[in-house]
């Protein structure tokens, strides 16, 4: 997988737009970056994912620099249950194993 | 829809019992399942993957006669943690996906307690 980094923790204001920021730099022309996000005691819920366009679906929406080695997640509205640990991951093309680093632990206040 | 459901939420047993977890895909056909491992105040690890008909790929470190992974269909996947020991107690969490490019969606995990 291609190195990412993510801060440890951010508080975000409810109401407010949430953008988390990921550090990509060792990417590959053909690695996705994914994004997940961990609220306490449950798996692991999918956000959204990209390769080189920026995406945007219900939930969230990635902008991807046009060198693509950084990414952010931007939560438009963010809420009390936002509150997790969201995973940035760009896993290695063949067999799409996904590494789950540190994340970033949100903490959406009100 | 890409709904995962996980079976037992749950499990307290005692030491030298044997647990199988389920893991199924409700709502679409998984080519390719995952078994991950959460310990407290820790990221995900990844433990095996499972292709539908085929053997398990297991990471470095996972015994895999300790942990036995079954996928004989494209929705159902079992872990089954064997003669399990306090020491295997943790949040095991299963994922799906349909093709290789589409992302992983993930049940909602297995606590597992032995006492």
């Known amino acids: 997988d291609a190195k990412t980094t993510q801060p440890t923790s951010m508080d975000c204001a409810e109401g407010r737009a949430a953008n988390l920021p990921c550090n990509h730099s060792?990417?590959?022309?053909?690695?996705?970056v994914y994004w997940y996000r961990q609220i306490h005691s449950q798996g692991p819920q999918y956000i959204i994912h990209?390769?080189?366009n920026n995406e945007t679906n219900e939930m969230a929406s990635l902008i991807i620099t046009e060198d693509r080695k950084s990414s952010t997640l931007i939560l438009p509205h963010a809420t009390l249950r936002d509150t997790a640990v969201y995973y940035c991951?760009?896993?290695?093309?063949?067999?799409?194993?996904?590494?789950f680093g540190g994340g970033t632990r949100v903490l959406v206040k009100p | 829809g890409a709904v995962v459901s996980q079976h037992p939420s749950r499990v307290i047993c005692k030491s030298g019992t044997s647990v199988k977890i389920e893991c199924r895909s409700l709502?679409?056909?998984?080519?390719?399942m995952f078994w991950y491992r959460q310990f407290p105040k820790q990221s995900l690890m990844l433990m095996a993957t499972?292709?539908?008909?085929?053997?398990?790929?297991?990471e470095q470190g996972v015994e895999k006669d300790k942990f036995l992974i079954n996928h004989a269909s494209l929705t159902l996947s079992t872990l089954t943690v064997t003669s399990a020991h306090p020491e295997d107690s943790s949040f095991y969490i299963c994922?799906?996906?349909?093709?290789?490019?589409?992302?992983?969606?993930f049940g909602d995990g297995t606590r597992l307690s032995i006492l």
């Open positions: 709502d679409f056909q998984a080519t390719t």
């Open positions: 991951i760009a896993p290695k093309a063949a067999g799409n194993k996904l590494t």
């Open positions: 994922s799906a996906r349909q093709g290789a490019r589409q992302p992983q969606h």
């Open positions: 060792t990417i590959s022309g053909n690695e996705y």
């Open positions: 499972s292709n539908e008909g085929s053997k398990a790929t297991y």
């Open positions: 990209g390769l080189k």
